[in-house]
């Protein structure tokens, strides 16, 4: 007996019918997302949960982060980790997306597993900040940039332009008055390095920043309904020199103290995933 071949039993995605898939788009980056410059199926929240296979850590992930955004149950702190780059990234997408286009998604069935019984969701603010995409001499500050989406710069404006940590205080001020609030953090170890290349901004740039980390933080987890998500290398990667090492390690130990891990996918899962895209 001979099967027919795949394509001839379900129905591809359009750009795989029209030969127009380009092997870029596994690349995915939050930061085009939040500019929208990342190719539709990223952009798009229906488009991209339509291609999307969530893994059981992915929902085990996105269920902790529902709950504490609603009730306050949950992991406040969490660090992803998987065994290959994209996935990490790939996930706080999914975050973003379920979070901030709540509305739209939610009537999708692999949401509404994701959002069954959660109740009273509404009026969460999304801030993120991704390493790769900020500008350490001109740009704003981790602490400028997330309160700046949040809607409460002002509290901090003066620490970003001094580009000194605000401590916990007013972070913890800025998470009380924003009410429930998401943040992402994404490749923040690019940021320290590229501010490490910039003698102006070396040795403030990297202290500052661990420490508004650490306080961050211990804000979110002592607040009642914000959640912190963020991404680590798994481990430095061997074209980074010692200073990078040694940032890396800092970073490491901060990021450490008060978090939880989770892994969104899990090596075997990767066939699930590329199956679903297709």
């Known amino acids: 007996m001979i099967l027919p071949a795949w394509w001839q039993v379900v129905t591809p995605h359009k750009d795989i019918r029209e030969k127009s898939f380009s092997e870029a788009v596994f690349a995915a980056d939050l930061g085009d997302v939040l500019s929208g410059t990342a190719p539709e199926e990223y952009c798009d929240p229906r488009l991209f949960f339509a291609k999307t296979y969530l893994t059981v850590g992915l929902k085990n ?3 902790n982060v529902l709950e504490r955004l609603t009730g306050g149950r949950g992991d406040p ?4 980790q998987t065994p290959f780059g994209g996935g990490k990234t790939h996930a706080l ?10 509305s739209e998604v939610n009537h999708l069935e692999q949401v509404k597993e994701l959002s069954a019984g959660i109740a009273g969701f509404s009026g969460v603010r999304v801030a993120a900040f991704v390493g790769t995409a900020a500008d350490p001499v001109k740009g704003r500050t981790p602490w400028g940039e997330l309160a700046h989406q949040l809607g409460y710069y002002e509290i901090v404006a003066d620490h970003d332009e001094k580009r000194v940590a605000p401590g916990k205080d007013r972070i913890k001020e800025i998470l009380a008055r924003s009410g429930p609030a ?3 953090i994404d490749e923040l170890l690019e940021y320290i390095i590229k501010a ?7 040795k403030i740039t990297q202290g500052q920043t661990l420490a508004f980390l650490q306080e961050l933080s211990e804000a979110v987890a002592a607040s009642q309904n914000s959640v912190l998500v963020l991404t680590l290398p798994a481990s430095i990667l061997e074209h980074y020199d010692e200073e990078a090492e040694r940032a890396f390690s ?4 901060v990021s450490g103290r008060v978090e939880s891990i989770y892994v969104p996918v899990e090596g075997v899962e990767i066939y699930e995933v590329v199956r679903k895209r297709l």
């Open 61 to 63: 992930l996105a269920r």
């Open 77 to 80: 702190v969490i660090q992803l």
């Open 93 to 102: 997408i999914s975050l973003y997306h379920l979070v901030k286009s709540f």
């Open 182 to 184: 998401l943040i992402l």
């Open 196 to 202: 490490n290349r910039v003698e102006k901004v070396e």
């Open 250 to 253: 800092r970073l490491q130990k």
